[in-house]
């Protein structure tokens, strides 16, 4: 009886175990699958979103500086937008060694803000695939952006140019 009851028991360890490893091989997978969609934003995708943000911040002008000083060109990047963003990047051609006043050049910028994006604008992070609202958002107010009350003047703005 005893021989029976520890057969039994060692059978259902063995069932439990093979149970729990397949359904951690397919969480961990549904979560690399969700992190590699939100991840590597692309310009294409996102290219008419880009212009429109780049007409609101700046008119599209490469050599503007504004909010007092702490933003520069056609995407009115702040420095700490900046660091934040290259010291993230899996991009090969951003680099701290860039400096921040590369920023100035537009196609530059882009790559900041993609990489921004790349950072924050992700399924994990929001819980969901991001919107153009998002991503717009996120730009203007930072990594939580998205969810201020702030941005909202903001995106109507970004909208305004994106849908006309």
Known sequence: MRLRTIKTVIKNIVAFSIVFFFAYVFVTMVFMIN?????????ENHHELLDAICEVES???????GDNGNAIGAYQIWYDYWYD???FSSHDDLELSDEYKSCY??????????????????????????TNQDLARIHNGGPN???KNATV?????VKVRLYE
């Open 59 to 65: 008119n599209c002008q490469s050599d503007v500086v």
């Open 145 to 147: 952006g998205y969810k």
């Open 85 to 87: 963003a290259v010291t």
């Open 105 to 130: 050049n537009k196609e530059y910028s882009e790559k900041v803000v993609l990489a921004y994006w790349d950072r924050y604008a992700t399924i994990n992070r929001l819980g969901r695939t991001p």
């Open 35 to 43: 992190y590699a969609l939100g991840s590597e934003i692309e310009t």
């Open 153 to 157: 003047g903001y995106w109507n703005k």
